[in-house]
């Protein structure tokens, strides 16, 4: 199993990016994924889940902002952050729960397989 994100950078406040998490070794489709942040000196915390049929769940924080999407034929998550601010500057990851058999969640220890991470950083 392997989760290899892409697409971080530097952005400006109310700028956007795209995220990627190329999944291989197991059946996107399958199974609910997620993607996570952590910024210095805080918690890794769920920012967007999205189950085996595309239903979707948010942290309160990126609700209207973000949106989680997949591609199973290309076996590849995305996260597009639309109207980014300062506050969600972080590493963001790329996760696979694949022991998991309930709806979309934010339960980190759900998740057992990580990506290695990609930076976000919102400054002007």
């Known amino acids: 199993v392997q989760l290899a994100e892409s697409g971080g950078g530097l952005v400006q406040p109310g700028g956007s990016l795209r995220l990627s998490c190329v999944a291989s070794?197991?059946?996107?489709?399958?199974?609910?994924m997620g993607w996570f942040r952590q910024a210095p000196g805080k918690e890794r915390e769920g920012v967007a889940t999205?189950?085996?049929?595309?239903?979707?769940r948010y942290a309160d924080s990126v609700k209207g902002r973000f949106t989680i999407s997949k591609d199973n034929r290309k076996t590849t998550l995305y996260l597009q952050m639309d109207s980014l601010k300062p506050d969600d500057t972080a590493m963001y990851y790329c996760?696979?729960?694949?022991?998991?058999?309930?709806?979309?969640?934010?339960?980190?220890?759900?998740?057992?397989?990580w990506g290695q991470g990609t930076q976000v950083t919102v400054s002007s």
């Open positions: 999205i189950g085996r049929v595309y239903g979707t």
């Open positions: 996760a696979a729960a694949l022991d998991y058999e309930g709806p979309p969640t934010l339960a980190r220890a759900e998740y057992n397989y």
């Open positions: 070794g197991f059946p996107l489709s399958d199974n609910v």
